[in-house]
């Protein structure tokens, strides 16, 4: 719940509402039900599905580790939205809707298959039902945000769910492993729809998501009260470092758009920012390995001096030692023989006469 009333931060609650929304309802008309193509769309869509602890919910996830003037415990309170109230239930979804709709698709792929095994259809009906079930099919990725990187895995993983394979040139009906039907190539399929096409406006979809992101991002800065970049240069100032600012004037932005304008104020404020944290990270470290080389050099100079009184306690010990053996000599040699004067006389007795 929104517990403020400044507008920046109503409209940034409304933002994440409507993009998890918007997710909830593709990953609703995803015909893929493996989990990790459900992650690809998540990751770039910047959001997060959770079910732990509580109901499920969407959670938009911040794309950068240090963000300018942003409370992070608020961000995630503040883009955190039960499902259920977006109206999307997405557990429900998947186990009815998801299911109904891939079972369509997999049988119309299935008499497709059929109908040209058995020649029910002429040739060029059977390649009009079938262009059109891909068309159909491969639609989804004129909405579905993909990242580039992950577009080739999504798109077998659709085709496939959808009852057909992409091969070279273009895509065929697949019948368990096989291939069968007529090759329908990007041509075919209409403007559009090529398969560079197809990535393209998936990719541009992911865009779309993180521009909203960033536009969330914008309204919250905007809303504190560090949604400045003075402090900034007053920290590079105090660590002694040149920001590498960039000039608003020089930059391809319209600056007559509010929400342009306002995202690239964020960017250069997160730009600032992340100057100062790597300096201020840097002087931290460099502070830590001057404290550490200090106490390193005050343990050397400790075993050193703790060395030194050693070697003086054991010569004080051999210098005692050797002046007690000295001093025992000396009294050995001064010493006064014990001569037996009655035996010496009675033996000058026994000469007597």
């Keep these: 719940m929104v517990t403020t009333t400044h507008r920046n931060v109503r409209r940034a ?4 509402a409507g993009a998890a929304s918007r997710l909830l309802a593709l990953l609703a008309a995803l015909p893929v039900p493996v989990a990790e193509a459900r992650a690809r769309i998540t990751r770039a869509s910047c959001h997060a599905l959770e079910d732990q602890f509580g109901p499920e919910r969407a959670v938009l996830r911040a794309p950068m580790a240090a963000l300018p003037g942003i409370n992070l415990d608020r ?14 239930p997405l557990a429900a979804v998947i186990a009815a809707e998801e299911e109904e709709e891939r079972q369509r698709r997999r049988a119309r792929a299935a008499a497709l298959r059929v109908g040209g095994l058995r020649r029910l259809l002429d040739a060029k ?7 059109g079930h891909m068309v159909e099919s491969l639609a989804i990725f004129e909405v ?7 577009f080739d895995l999504m798109l077998a993983e659709v085709a496939q769910a959808s009852g057909f394979v992409p091969v070279e040139g273009g895509y065929r009906l697949l019948d368990g492993i096989c291939q069968v039907g007529p090759l329908i190539t990007d041509g075919d399929l209409g403007v559009g729809r090529s398969r560079a096409e197809l990535k393209d406006s998936a990719a541009e ?5 993180a521009e ?15 949604g400045s970049t003075d402090s900034m240069l007053v920290d590079a100032r105090a660590l002694g470092i040149e ?15 509010s929400d342009e304008a306002l995202r690239f104020k964020f960017r250069r404020a997160a730009h600032l920012h992340a100057q100062v944290v790597r300096a201020s990270e ?19 100079q400790q075993r050193w001096a703790d060395y030194q009184a050693k070697q003086m306690r054991e010569r004080e010990v051999r210098r005692r030692v050797a002046k007690a053996e000295i001093r025992d000599l000396r009294a050995d040699r001064y010493a006064t023989p014990n001569i037996d004067k009655s035996s010496g006389d009675k033996g000058d007795d026994s000469w007597s006469l």
């Design 13 to 16: 609650h409304a933002l994440s």
């Design 144 to 150: 579905l945000p993909v990242h580039p990187a992950d």
């Design 212 to 226: 909203v992101w960033e536009l969330i991002l914008a309204l919250l800065w905007s809303s504190s009260d560090r």
């Design 75 to 88: 961000l995630r309170a503040l883009t955190t939205h039960a499902t259920a109230d977006l109206g999307y």
């Design 125 to 131: 009906r059977l390649r009009a039902a079938t262009i």
């Design 243 to 257: 920001l590498d600012d960039a000039d608003p004037t020089t930059a391809d932005v319209n600056l007559d758009d």
């Design 282 to 300: 840097k002087a931290q470290r460099l502070a830590r390995q001057d404290r550490e080389q200090a106490a390193a050099r005050e343990r050397r």
């Design 205 to 209: 979809a992911a865009n779309e998501f």
